[in-house]
């Protein structure tokens, strides 16, 4: 395996799990401010109705895959991580032999 793939599989794998986490970011924020919405249109149309974490059972599942496509990109970015210090380890080695 060259160096420099594993360089660039590393990068590439951490550039992915960066968007991962921005998407699951985003749809949390979004299942999140669609369900305080909703809630509070239903207090304001139904007198004695409570906003107090009522939301469908629908939103649930899609936040709880957020929140699980979150942890993922965190585990992949780390292991990303690891794959770029493995290179940078195996170039040191390579240039102490070298020189």
């Known amino acids: 395996m060259e160096i420099q793939s594993a360089f660039n599989s590393g990068v590439q794998g951490f550039q992915t799990a960066t968007e991962e986490a921005n998407k699951a970011a985003a749809n949390i924020v979004a299942n999140t401010v669609n369900t305080d919405e909703i809630n509070e249109e239903t207090a304001l149309e139904t007198p004695g109705a409570s906003t107090s974490g009522a939301s469908s059972e629908k939103d649930i599942p899609d936040l709880n895959q957020s929140i699980v496509d ?30």
């Open 70 to 99: 979150l942890k993922v990109a965190e585990f992949q970015a780390k292991a990303s991580t690891q794959v770029i210090k493995s290179a940078d380890e195996s170039l040191g080695t390579l240039l102490d032999v070298i020189a």
